[in-house]
């Protein structure tokens, strides 16, 4: 490893993009939705004047200031998007045309690390044989080292891990290369998994590339990440888009779509104002380690969780120290070959929201601390907001109802003299309020329509989707869908935020990325109070008005077809049949990247030959009973002299089976080279007597071939 320093203070040389323009950049974005956002304000409370003020229109026009900005915000996010394509690819402000003109190799040695919890160890070994491939097809391995970081709790998972892991080395000869490490303690979940490898081997690196279980990247592209690091010494974080792949079922189908054809606007849009001063999302994101190390250590915040203790979207905290202290966070919104997988459920991913909810809400402790730079300050305030925008909306939804059924008790009439809309326009309350509605809906709608007219107008897009009809067929069926979930996922956003009130933290699961759909019982379970809600509102706006009724029906039809909705969309069958029209296709599913082809033909971490996965003897009972998972599993661990108690305990497992101990007992006894060895010796050389059936079942599978079933036990 090179002597020298390998990193220049943040405050050397010039910033990839001067402070001037970016001002400017900034002030224009937010300069033009507060201006977009007030007139609308004014146009609503000038409506209320003519309506004649009533007491529920004063908080109902402080909600609207809140929900209105944000649709502004989000809008206005596609708008510049729009703009920066426009100026086109040479104008715009890309960060990797650093390393156009790289052509030496790479001076320093980088980290690829995969964080997993609970995962398929033989999916998660082949994401990463299919990115060692694919940066191998470089040429540059050789700046390289691999981490798998576990902190897998399921015991049978801990094994069946290692032996992936083994037979990947053995196949791709990566021992040396590609390492493997569990944590005897998980603490702090992810970020304490990530921060235990800075701690570890960070030293030996300059940057780490932070992958996901189900995360995906192509090889040329991680290299062209790390040329631009090293080419530019201020940079701290390198944050790319990941796009989905890989949805089976129609929810996550439209999910891929609407992210791969939406998303590029609101990506160059967010780039186009946030520029050095980004976002890190958690993976998929190359970071320079030095800093990292030096900054990015989290504290606990005061209180108890759910909005204090451990911080749980760490990501956003992190960037923001590092930005603070004068580093550099980009968004490499034109790295093409970076994937992830998505909840296949509406279900699994309110679930997986719950987690996230929870980890943006803590960061109101953080959002005016000091010595945080604005676009810093963005982020963590669009983070929040994109959570509790749902009970902003609920509680509008609320006031609208209230503010109808008094209207409708009351008979009140509008004013007698004029407005200022009035004098100025010359129209009519019912005018006025179709204005704003059409305004609010063109909003909401703009950046859908701006990003399916330039795909069809883009040839090379149009023909990466399938062509025009295979667009506007997958928008219409996306836009129809998305009206049909948001009301749901307002109650569901809601009720989560009702309930870290109460005090009710959220556990740490793996995330299900694999199912055949939700069952009709689960799904009224789950959706339970929306269902009741809806029927409840709809029945309360027919008392009503039946024309506020048929206003409110898109929200109330979400709510009432909760159940429904969730089913049809978990569907995989119902998915597959789409895909095989061609609807709801994306680029990735007609034209397969080469990472992606790679990953779906990678099979070094399968072999017969050293497996913890065989029926009858799974993973703990192959550690102990299979002499190449026993031998793996023992090589990784720390030997030394067994103790009396480490000997007792491992009789009584031999005795009673793993279902004679408890899980920490058994978790304990993996970790002892010693007792692992005397059992494995115990099983294959004592004769059957006193031994738990499990020990001698597992050794006689030894004596037929695995793909001939067991001979029937004599009756």
């Given at each position: 490893?090179?002597?020298?320093?390998?990193?220049?203070?943040?405050?050397?040389?010039?910033?990839?993009?001067?402070?001037?323009?970016?001002?400017?950049?900034?002030?224009?974005?937010?300069?033009?939705?507060?201006?977009v956002?007030?007139?609308?304000?004014?146009?609503?409370?000038?409506?209320?004047?003519?309506?004649?003020?009533?007491?529920?229109?004063?908080?109902?026009?402080?909600?609207?200031?809140?929900?209105?900005?944000?649709?502004?915000?989000?809008?206005?996010?596609?708008?510049?998007?729009?703009?920066?394509?426009?100026?086109?690819?040479?104008?715009?402000?890309?960060?990797?045309?650093?390393?156009?003109?790289?052509?030496?190799?790479?001076?320093?040695?980088?980290?690829?690390?995969?964080?997993?919890?609970?995962?398929?160890?033989?999916?998660t070994?082949?994401?990463?044989?299919?990115?060692?491939?694919?940066?191998?097809?470089?040429?540059?391995?050789?700046?390289?080292?691999?981490?798998?970081?576990?902190?897998?709790?399921?015991?049978?998972?801990?094994?069946?891990?290692?032996?992936?892991?083994t037979?990947?080395c053995r196949?791709l000869?990566?021992?040396?290369r590609?390492?493997?490490?569990?944590?005897?303690?998980?603490?702090?979940?992810?970020?304490?998994?990530?921060?235990?490898?800075?701690?570890?081997?960070?030293?030996?690196?300059?940057?780490?590339?932070?992958?996901?279980?189900?995360?995906?990247?192509?090889?040329?592209?991680?290299?062209?990440?790390?040329?631009?690091?090293?080419?530019?010494?201020?940079?701290?974080i390198?944050?790319?888009?990941?796009?989905?792949?890989?949805?089976?079922?129609?929810?996550?189908?439209?999910q891929?779509?609407?992210?791969?054809?939406?998303?590029?606007?609101?990506?160059?849009?967010?780039?186009?104002?946030?520029?050095?001063?980004?976002?890190?999302?958690?993976?998929?994101?190359?970071?320079?380690?030095?800093?990292?190390?030096?900054f990015?250590?989290?504290?606990?915040?005061?209180?108890?969780?759910?909005f204090g203790?451990?911080?749980?979207?760490?990501?956003?905290?992190?960037?923001?120290?590092?930005?603070?202290?004068?580093?550099?966070?980009?968004?490499?919104?034109?790295?093409?070959?970076?994937?992830?997988?998505?909840?296949?459920?509406?279900?699994?991913?309110?679930?997986?929201?719950?987690?996230?909810?929870?980890?943006?809400?803590?960061?109101?402790?953080?959002?005016?601390?000091?010595?945080?730079?604005?676009?810093?300050?963005?982020?963590?305030?669009?983070?929040i907001?994109?959570?509790?925008?749902?009970?902003?909306?609920?509680?509008?939804?609320?006031?609208?109802t209230?503010?109808?059924?008094?209207?409708?008790?009351?008979?009140?009439?509008?004013?007698?003299?004029?407005?200022?809309?009035?004098?100025?326009?010359?129209?009519?309350?019912?005018?006025?309020?179709?204005?704003?509605?059409?305004?609010?809906?063109?909003?909401?709608f703009?950046?859908?329509?701006?990003?399916?007219?330039?795909?069809?107008?883009?040839?090379?897009?149009?023909?990466?989707?399938?062509?025009?009809?295979?667009?506007?067929?997958?928008?219409?069926?996306?836009?129809?869908?998305?009206m049909?979930?948001?009301?749901?996922?307002?109650?569901?956003?809601?009720?989560?935020?009702?309930?870290?009130?109460?005090?009710?933290?959220?556990?740490?699961?793996?995330?299900?990325?694999?199912?055949?759909?939700?069952?009709?019982?689960?799904?009224?379970?789950?959706?339970?109070?929306?269902?009741?809600?809806?029927?409840?509102?709809?029945?309360?706006?027919?008392?009503?008005?039946?024309?506020?009724?048929?206003?409110?029906?898109?929200?109330?039809?979400?709510?009432?077809?909760?159940a429904p909705?969730?089913?049809?969309?978990?569907?995989?069958?119902?998915?597959?049949?789409?895909?095989?029209?061609?609807?709801?296709?994306?680029?990735?599913?007609?034209?397969?990247?080469?990472?992606?082809?790679l990953?779906?033909a990678?099979?070094?971490?399968?072999?017969?030959?050293?497996?913890?996965?065989?029926?009858?003897?799974?993973?703990?009972?192959?550690?102990?009973?299979?002499?190449?998972?026993?031998?793996?599993?023992?090589?990784?661990?720390?030997?030394?002299?067994?103790?009396?108690?480490?000997?007792?305990?491992?009789?009584?497992?031999?005795?009673?089976?793993?279902?004679?101990?408890s899980?920490?007992?058994?978790?304990?006894?993996?970790?002892?080279?010693?007792?692992?060895?005397?059992?494995?010796?115990?099983?294959?050389?004592?004769?059957?007597?006193?031994?738990?059936?499990?020990?001698?079942?597992?050794?006689?599978?030894?004596?037929?071939?695995?793909?001939?079933?067991?001979?029937?036990?004599?009756?």
């Open positions: 490893m090179d002597p020298t320093p390998n990193l220049a203070p943040p405050d050397s040389g010039k910033p990839f993009y001067g402070r001037g323009p970016t001002v400017l950049r900034r002030t224009v974005f937010f300069g033009s939705v507060v201006i956002n007030l007139i609308a304000s004014l146009w609503l409370a000038d409506l209320f004047w003519r309506m004649n003020f009533q007491k529920a229109h004063y908080p109902l026009l402080a909600v609207f200031v809140v929900l209105n900005g944000l649709l502004v915000l989000g809008s206005f996010h596609a708008v510049f998007g729009a703009i920066d394509m426009l100026l086109g690819r040479r104008r715009s402000v890309r960060i990797t045309r650093l390393a156009e003109e790289i052509t030496r190799p790479l001076a320093r040695r980088h980290a690829v690390v995969m964080p997993v919890y609970n995962e398929d160890s033989v999916k070994c082949a994401r990463i044989e299919a990115i060692y491939r694919s940066i191998q097809a470089t040429g540059h391995l050789d700046s390289f080292d691999f981490f798998i970081l576990s902190d897998t709790r399921d015991l049978d998972l801990w094994v069946q891990e290692e032996t992936a892991w037979n990947l196949r000869d990566g021992f040396g590609i390492y493997y490490r569990r944590r005897k303690t998980n603490e702090n979940r992810k970020a304490g998994n990530i921060g235990d490898f800075v701690r570890t081997w960070g030293g030996g690196y300059e940057a780490m590339l932070v992958l996901d279980a189900d995360s995906l990247m192509d090889g040329a592209d991680i290299v062209k990440m790390t040329q631009v690091m090293e080419a530019y010494p201020r940079l701290g390198l944050q790319t888009p990941p796009k989905l792949i890989r949805g089976s079922s129609v929810f996550t189908r439209l891929q779509f609407a992210m791969r054809l939406y998303g590029p606007l609101f990506i160059r849009g967010l780039n186009f104002w946030q520029l050095g001063g980004g976002s890190y999302w958690g993976h998929n994101a190359l970071i320079r380690l030095k800093p990292f190390s030096e990015c250590e989290l504290p606990a915040l005061p209180g108890r969780e759910p203790g451990r911080i749980l979207s760490h990501d956003f905290v992190e960037a923001a120290l590092m930005v603070a202290e004068g580093w550099e966070v980009w968004l490499a919104w034109d790295i093409e070959g970076t994937y992830e997988e998505a909840p296949p459920t509406l279900v699994d991913h309110l679930i997986r929201d719950r987690r996230w909810m929870q980890g943006n809400l803590q960061h109101m402790w953080l959002i005016f601390a000091r010595r945080l730079p604005f676009p810093t300050r963005m982020h963590l305030f669009m983070g907001m994109a959570y509790l925008g749902s009970p902003l909306w609920f509680i509008f939804l609320l006031l609208g209230w503010v109808a059924w008094e209207r409708a008790q009351s008979n009140l009439s509008t004013l007698p003299f004029e407005t200022y809309v009035d004098r100025w326009f010359g129209i009519d309350g019912v005018q006025q309020s179709l204005i704003l509605t059409g305004a609010i809906f063109a909003l909401l703009l950046p859908k329509i701006l990003a399916v007219t330039g795909g069809i107008l883009h040839g090379p897009t149009r023909r990466s989707f399938g062509g025009m009809f295979r667009i506007l067929i997958g928008s219409l069926m996306e836009t129809f869908v998305s049909l979930l948001a009301p749901c996922i307002m109650a569901a956003h809601t009720m989560m935020v009702i309930g870290f009130i109460l005090g009710r933290a959220v556990g740490w699961g793996n995330q299900n990325r694999e199912t055949d759909g939700t069952s009709w019982g689960d799904a009224f379970r789950f959706h339970a109070v929306p269902t009741v809600l809806g029927i409840a509102w709809s029945a309360l706006a027919l008392s009503i008005n039946p024309y506020f009724a048929a206003w409110m029906s898109p929200i109330l039809l979400g709510l009432v077809l909760s909705v969730s089913v049809l969309t978990s569907r995989s069958r119902y998915g597959r049949a789409l895909a095989r029209h061609g609807i709801l296709s994306t680029p990735e599913e007609l034209q397969v990247p080469e990472v992606i082809r990953a779906d990678a099979n070094a971490a399968v072999d017969p030959a050293l497996d913890a996965a065989t029926e009858g003897r799974r993973g703990l009972v192959a550690a102990v009973v299979d002499p190449y998972v026993n031998g793996v599993h023992v090589s990784l661990l720390e030997h030394a002299d067994i103790t009396a108690p480490e000997q007792a305990l491992a009789e009584r497992c031999l005795a009673q089976g793993p279902a004679g101990l899980k920490n007992e058994l978790s304990e006894l993996l970790y002892l080279a010693p007792a692992m060895l005397l059992m494995h010796r115990a099983v294959w050389l004592r004769s059957s007597e006193g031994m738990h059936p499990v020990w001698t079942q597992a050794v006689e599978s030894y004596r037929r071939r695995l793909d001939q079933p067991a001979l029937s036990e004599p009756t």
